[in-house]
């Protein structure tokens, strides 16, 4: 059984930064492409961003690119979201998510990640 345990979030201004930490345990890490997914009050979870099993590979949504950067050390288990420029509207519960599917690419389709962490609130203040 896979878990995933989100940490990071909090409070910031709007332009500071906060680095997300999503720690795995359950299954071979390594072996799964990874991603964070948000969802604001009354909005549908949508894609911030994914990197395949052995780093090769990442993408991002357009909202972001270019701000957040995704990571992972599978030598510890742990995908990580640095988070930078923050905005007011990155304001969102993130989670982050493991393709259900070993070896797999990169994907922003919710419904290829199987697993999912409880999630960290993130608020950027204006």
């Known amino acids: 059984q896979v878990e995933l345990v989100e940490s990071g979030g909090g409070m910031v201004q709007a332009g500071g930064s906060l680095r997300l930490s999503c720690a795995a345990s359950?299954?071979?890490?390594?072996?799964?492409?990874m991603a964070w997914f948000r969802q604001a009050p009354g909005k549908e979870r949508e894609f911030v961003a994914t990197?395949?099993?052995?780093?090769?590979?990442?993408y991002y949504a357009d909202s972001v690119k270019g701000r957040f950067t995704i990571s992972r050390d599978n030598a510890k288990n742990t995908v990580y979201l640095q988070m930078a420029s923050l905005k007011p509207e990155d304001t969102a519960i993130y989670y982050c998510?493991?393709?259900?599917?070993?070896?797999?690419?990169?994907?922003?389709?919710?419904?290829?990640?199987?697993?999912w962490g409880q999630g960290t609130q993130v608020t950027v203040s204006s």
């Open positions: 998510a493991q393709q259900t599917t070993a070896w797999g690419g990169v994907s922003r389709d919710r419904y290829e990640y199987g697993s």
């Open positions: 359950g299954r071979t890490f390594s072996a799964y492409s």
């Open positions: 990197i395949t099993w052995g780093s090769e590979y990442t």
